[in-house]
């Protein structure tokens, strides 16, 4: 059982960029399937797709690599189970100086920082992805 199924999320894509893969498969939620379209939409990754099965559901990223190098560089869960962390929207932090984005659970659903800041709502700070 995983107690936080994000940072687990967060683990896989780092270890199949680490090996440099092209696919990584990743148990599916709702909310998982609303981090992937951020990041599509961001373009941090080629594609993503929900592949049906049994149980749950398997989420396939399909990772962005440009000469060889992978987009994302780096990853950070800020929120954690033991420790949740909450910003307004004046306090949305600027990820390595707007490179990077922040994922925030708000009230009206998984948005990047920049659709926060513009909507004017704060929320959770998930995690930083640059």
Not at 8 to 33: F, G, H, Q, W, Y
Not at 98 to 116: E, H, M, N, Y
Request: charged share 30%; aromatic share 6%.
């Amino acid at each position: 059982m995983v107690t936080d199924p994000i940072a687990d999320m967060l683990t896989r894509i780092r270890n199949a960029i680490l090996v440099k893969a092209e696919k990584v498969d990743i148990p599916a939620s709702r909310m998982k399937l609303d981090i992937a379209k951020i990041l599509k939409e961001e373009g941090f990754i080629r594609d993503y797709k929900i592949i049906k099965d049994r149980r749950q559901g398997i989420l396939r990223i399909s990772l962005k690599y440009v000469d060889g190098k992978n987009v994302i560089t780096g990853l950070r869960k800020v929120s954690k189970p033991s420790r949740r962390v909450y910003v307004g929207y004046r306090d949305i932090p600027r990820v390595m100086g707007g490179v990077g984005i922040a994922i925030l659970t708000t009230p009206k659903g998984v948005k990047s920082d920049r659709v926060c800041r513009h909507e004017k709502t704060g929320g959770e700070v998930i995690c930083y992805i640059w």
